[in-house]
């Protein structure tokens, strides 16, 4: 029988390419901000009526400055909705896919984070996160939840999409040198997750329970910038007259009212023993979303 597959935050980066991939296996219902109710008798009843048998989470509040000042949303979004759609999951025997971050981590750590690591969120999207991941793992027995890190992706708002606008005005740029992470597209998270449900359909003893997800290799923000601003250059992108001059920045950025982590890399073996998934390294993707961007001529 064909599954159906619920699929929430459907505008989001990570919504939109699991839009256009998900239809491949099963049924979909796509449903963004508004689309759904969130109250746990409204969302238990929405989920009763349409019975789905695998339930994908990519709606988040992911504006993690504005998490500071904002928690009662943050709450919702990243919390109580994850809390509710694990028990209705749990309760009709449906998997529920969700995704989480390198921010539930403080950094400290000198070596990628694997999933057995303590976290320590360092800001409240990050605790927040951290326990929208903590009710999903304890009320539904079939769960996936896949951290990732720096998500970019050619819709949305995102770093390498920012650092171009800037690029185009500004002659300097001041970018963080000390943060490390692997920027990651969207579209390898959607297609990691279709590897999953694939799995997931024809196997009786699937993998479940908490992967890291990113591609491998690492970049500080302001080594990011430059291969931006130097891939743009190369692509013949209209940039700022005056060549866009990077400075590095270290320490808390005292404009940004969230800390983030200085480490932000993810050790990734555990997805590759248990679905067989080789991460390459994160400038394979990047430098194909850069000429894709310059091709389609999408305003940044
Ligand atoms: N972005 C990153 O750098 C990053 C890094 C690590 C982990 N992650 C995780 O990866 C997942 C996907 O992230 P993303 O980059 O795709 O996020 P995104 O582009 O910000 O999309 C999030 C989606 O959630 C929806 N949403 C927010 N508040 C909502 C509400 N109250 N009701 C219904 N929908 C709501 C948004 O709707 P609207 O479109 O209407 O605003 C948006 O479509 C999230 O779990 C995030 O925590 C992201």
Redesign the pocket.
């Known amino acids: 029988m064909t599954p159906t597959i619920l699929l ?9 390419e699991l839009g256009s991939i998900l239809p491949t296996v099963g049924l979909l219902k796509a449903c ?3 689309e ?1 109710p ?1 109250g746990p008798d409204s969302l238990s009843e929405f989920l009763d009526n349409l019975k789905p048998s695998v339930i994908i ?7 993690v400055d504005l998490c500071e000042s904002q928690p009662i ?1 943050a709450t ?3 919390v109580t ?1 994850p809390g509710i759609l694990a028990s209705w999951a749990a309760r009709n025997d449906c998997l529920l896919i ?6 539930v981590f403080d950094g400290a750590k000198d070596a990628p984070y694997l999933e057995t690591d303590t976290p320590n969120p360092l800001n409240f ?1 990050g605790r927040s ?1 951290l326990e929208g991941e903590r009710l999903i793992s304890e009320l539904a027995p079939k769960h996936l939840i ?8 050619l819709l ?4 390498p999409k920012t650092i171009l606008k800037m690029a185009q005005s500004q002659d300097r740029l001041t970018v963080n040198d000390e943060q490390i992470g692997a920027p ?1 597209p ?1 579209a390898f ?1 959607a297609a990691v997750t279709l590897v999953a449900i694939k799995i997931y359909l024809t196997s009786s003893d699937a993998p479940t329970g908490l992967y890291h997800l990113t591609p491998t290799g690492s970049v500080t923000w302001h080594d990011f910038a430059r291969q931006i601003i130097s891939q743009a250059r190369l692509l013949g992108w209209p940039l700022s007259p005056e060549l866009p001059i990077l400075f590095p920045s270290y320490g808390p950025d005292p404009t940004r009212p969230a800390v983030r982590p200085i480490n932000s890399r993810l050790d990734t073996s555990k997805l590759t023993a248990d679905f067989g998934v080789y991460p390459p390294d994160w400038s394979y993707f990047f430098e194909r979303f850069m000429l894709t961007l310059k091709t389609l001529s999408l305003p940044s």
Request: aromatic content about 20%; hydrophobic content about 35%.
């Open positions: 929430l935050g459907r505008n989001g980066q990570v919504g939109w963004g901000r508004g759904f969130i989470n990519s709606a988040a509040f992911t504006a949303e919702l979004v990243n909705l969700h995704y989480s971050t390198d921010y999207y996160k896949f951290r990732t890190s720096w998500v970019y992706s949305g708002k995102n770093f990651t969207a998270i």
